[in-house]
């Protein structure tokens, strides 16, 4: 005889296996033939689910290590990296004295060092051989301040070139706010709140606005930033 066929092949071949020397074949009433038959099913169907599963929870663990990895490089890199974006601007109202005049704009430093004594940096503004230097706000941190960081950069990039400063959101939210501009007052640095200057070249002008940055008057996240701006402006 043969037995017979239960869908799985190690089912049916330890079934064989036990039911072999018996006359005819064993009902599947018999209790110790169906225990062992659905023993022997169970194991098998149990080992295959968990070795899936353990080898699913290794691709998923690894997967994460990978993206964990990729996110920690890019931060990294993001906090350790100098990105140099030039843009050329042309028009009819600019002054022909002001033909390749330089503008180097720094912004949200946030208190980070790039290099000792941010010696990296100010190499980089140097070698971009600026006529004026603009810093757009946020030179400090408010989650960890330190105007003084902040102002020994400061004091040496306006060595380089005439420097405008301007606030950020950051320095809306801290006390050491007013430090930092009475160092920059002390540096030489121009601090532009809600006012504008002319620049002369060669008997000609331009003319570079500063206005506040509107969390000093309205809140950072749900304030009405855009109409603080234009009364402003």
Known sequence: FSPPRLGVRGVEVEYFFISKNTFSPPRLGVRGVEAECFFTYNH???????????TKAKIILFSFLILLLIFTVWIIHGNTSIKL??????SSDIPSAFEGFR???ISD????????????????????RPDIIVLTGDMIDCTRPDEALSLSFIEKVATIAPTYYVTGNHEARVSEYND?????NE??????????VEIKQYGEKIVLLGVDDPSFQTDYLHGDSVTVMRGNL
């Open 85 to 90: 974006t030039e843009y050329s601007v042309s």
């Open 180 to 184: 930092l501009k009475e160092g920059l």
């Open 103 to 105: 503008i180097t704009q």
């Open 109 to 128: 430093l946030h208190d980070v060092l790039f290099g000792k004594d941010n010696e990296r940096l100010l190499k980089k503004v140097s070698d971009t």
């Open 187 to 196: 540096f030489g640095v121009i601090v532009l709140e809600d006012e504008k």
């Open 44 to 54: 098998t169907y149990f080992y295959t689910r968990n070795k899936i599963m353990k």
